[in-house]
């Protein structure tokens, strides 16, 4: 069993930046894909970010793409999402999660964290 936490989300102006972390503890992320989602109120639930934690290879949707950057920390267990030039619509609950490989579809991803929560201002 994958236990995944996220932290990092917080209010921040449009413009501005965060870095989400996401740190697995039962099992190392050592074999799998980390993907990271969000879901704004009354949306379903959307592809951010991924990245293979064995090799480099990341994967952005085109609303991120060029403003936030999917990072490992080897020692740490942990996977960061900074993201810069937040837009208001970037504004939602973030999640992490971890699968088998990587894929933009929720359903590849058994293990979720709990979210954090990123609010963008105008």
């Known amino acids: 069993q994958v236990q995944l936490a996220e932290s990092g989300g917080g209010l921040v102006q449009a413009g501005g930046s965060l870095r989400l972390s996401c740190a697995a503890s039962?099992?190392?992320?050592?074999?799998?894909?980390v993907g990271w989602f969000r879901q704004a109120p009354g949306k379903e639930r959307e592809f951010v970010a991924g990245?293979?934690?064995?090799?480099?290879?990341?994967d952005y949707s085109d609303s991120v793409q060029g403003r936030f950057t999917i990072s490992r920390e080897l020692a740490k267990n942990t996977v960061h999402l900074q993201m810069n030039s937040l837009k208001p619509e970037d504004a939602a609950d973030y999640f992490c999660?971890?699968?088998?490989?990587?894929?933009?579809?929720?359903?590849?991803?058994?293990?979720w964290g709990q979210g954090t929560q990123v609010t963008v201002s105008s």
């Open positions: 990245t293979r934690w064995s090799s480099v290879k990341s």
């Open positions: 999660a971890a699968g088998p490989s990587l894929t933009r579809n929720v359903n590849g991803y058994p293990y």
């Open positions: 039962g099992r190392t992320f050592s074999g799998y894909a």
